[in-house]
């Protein structure tokens, strides 16, 4: 039972478990004044609500099943709307910060990061 249990010691922070940001909620940012608060839920999709918008200022919560996420290693990627924008990233070591890339489908880009929202 001992070996049991050293085994299960040694092995389970090797299966990942302490690399899944699933649950967690991010305050993210782009270069042209555009903020959001997201929420990576479980299952690899995403909730997020606009804060500001550089034309219409609109604010609105948003989810479905076409906005998702994943990560692999430290990279991430975000997919809003089945790829109509998609913010392509690295996070850091601590798993709280976020940066990198966006690109749209009418050809706008530019860069982002996000800050893991503590509670």
Do not use: C
């Amino acid at each position: 039972m001992q070996k049991i249990l050293f085994f299960l010691l040694l092995a389970i922070p090797l299966l990942g478990f302490g690399q899944n940001i699933g649950g967690t909620g991010w305050k993210l940012s782009q270069n042209d004044g555009v903020k959001k608060i997201i929420i990576l839920e479980l299952d690899h999709t995403f909730t997020y609500l606009n804060v500001k918008i550089d034309q219409w200022n609109e604010r609105f919560l948003y989810s479905d099943a076409t906005e998702t996420w994943r990560l692999e290693g430290d990279n991430i990627i975000i997919s809003f709307s089945d790829g109509f924008k998609v913010h392509s990233g690295k996070i850091n070591r601590d798993k709280d910060y976020i940066w990198g890339t966006w690109v749209n489908e009418k050809d706008d880009s530019g860069t982002w990061s996000a800050e893991l929202i503590k509670f």
